[in-house]
């Protein structure tokens, strides 16, 4: 894997480590900046109101702890995950389908966590 990262450094890629304030993100984060490579900054996509509340200051802590810049990405449209689920939940009333993200149904994942960071980095250049 190291040698994949130093290729697409190679060739202008930037490297930014997407953090959820978990141990998984904190590990890797931790691990790119040991083996030396220079992290662009960090990225936390807000879930909003289902978020735990140490989840923004675990990613600030560890953003100061390695003087990298955190940037915060949401949703264009302001909504949250509880939010998004509610709209959802009008939209698919009488369908019989969940509203709810799930292992296959991973809105979560895509559009709020996914689709936020691509808008950072299409916006960023």
Excluded at 33 to 41: D, S
Excluded at 97 to 125: E, H, Q, V
Aim: aromatic letters at 8%; one cysteine or more.
């Amino acid at each position: 894997m190291v040698e994949l990262i130093q290729q697409a450094l190679q060739k202008g890629a930037k490297i930014y480590s997407s953090i959820s304030g978990g141990k998984d993100g904190q590990a890797m984060t931790k691990s790119l900046h040991n083996w030396g490579f220079p992290l662009e900054g960090l990225i936390h996509a807000d879930l909003g109101r289902v978020e735990h509340e140490e989840s923004l200051p675990m990613c600030q802590r560890q953003s100061e702890e390695l003087n990298i810049p955190l940037f915060v990405v949401r949703r264009a449209d302001g909504l949250g995950l509880l939010e998004y689920w509610q709209k959802r939940m009008h939209a698919l009333q009488g369908s019989g389908k969940p509203f709810w993200s799930s292992s296959k149904a991973r809105y979560c994942t895509s559009d709020l966590k996914r689709g936020p960071i691509n808008a950072f980095f299409t916006s960023t250049g």
